[in-house]
């Protein structure tokens, strides 16, 4: 059993992996600003208030854990109509040199389709909006993924296709092979469950696959 550091615990993708871990019998320490909000009674749940981009946060959240699952998310219509985007690559910049301060190897990062070399399997048509709408997002993810490519570290890059709040099915396909890459609809659930699995396998490590239903 793992001691699990999860970094965006709050919501979505970040709060189903606390969930599915606790189920697998890990020791989790959930972090997100607003982790003390978590609702969820269980002694081997450690809630961590903290900044993702801040390395003294990040630093203390890490010591004694054995793996990070990175979860961090912007509200809808970031970089479209919010702003530029840099939360995946700063909060990245501050996670990295921590977990080598601290030794811990393992990282288990969610990006999403359409980041990195995965950009190039979005249909043409569908190229401009998601420019459009997600282009922000995405490319701070591509710097994102670059800097974990780069680490040194164990990684797994995570690119789930388009995310319901659907139940688990366990029935979800991982595509490795840029090849097999397409877009899908996958519940948070699944990409939960791919993830926990990946805490017990070193099948996905420096592998970027994209996570469909
Ligand atoms: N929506 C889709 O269809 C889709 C498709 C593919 C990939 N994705 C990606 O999947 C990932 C997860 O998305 P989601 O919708 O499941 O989750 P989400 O609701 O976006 O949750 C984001 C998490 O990040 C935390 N967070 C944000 N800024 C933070 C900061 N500065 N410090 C610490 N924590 C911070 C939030 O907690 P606090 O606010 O409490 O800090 C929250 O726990 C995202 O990267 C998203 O882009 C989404």
Do not use: C
């Amino acid at each position: 059993m793992k001691s699990v550091l999860v970094i965006g615990a709050s919501r979505g993708i970040g709060l189903a992996v606390v969930k599915r871990a606790l189920g697998g019998g890990h020791s989790l320490r959930a972090f997100a600003r607003s982790a003390a909000r978590i609702d969820i009674d269980d002694p081997r749940l450690e809630r961590v208030e903290g900044d993702a981009r801040s390395p003294e946060d990040l630093g203390r959240a890490l010591t004694g854990t054995d793996a990070v699952v990175l979860s961090l998310g912007v509200p809808p219509g970031a970089g479209f109509i919010i702003g530029p985007v840099d939360l995946f690559s700063s909060a990245t910049r501050a996670l990295l040199p921590a977990m080598r301060e601290t030794g811990v190897r393992r990282l288990i990062a969610v990006t999403g389709f359409g980041a990195g070399d995965s950009r190039a399997a979005i249909p043409l048509l569908q190229r401009l909006p998601f420019q459009l709408v997600f282009g922000r997002a995405y490319a701070d993810k591509t710097v994102q993924e670059q800097l974990i490519r780069d680490s040194g570290l164990d990684w797994t890059l995570v690119r789930p296709g388009v995310l319901t709040n659907g139940r688990a099915t366990r029935r979800y396909s991982v595509l490795s092979e840029p090849a097999t890459w397409r877009n899908g609809i996958v519940s948070r659930a699944d990409v939960a469950d791919f993830i926990v699995a990946q805490l017990d396998s070193r099948d996905f490590v420096h592998r970027a696959p994209v996570v469909i239903g």
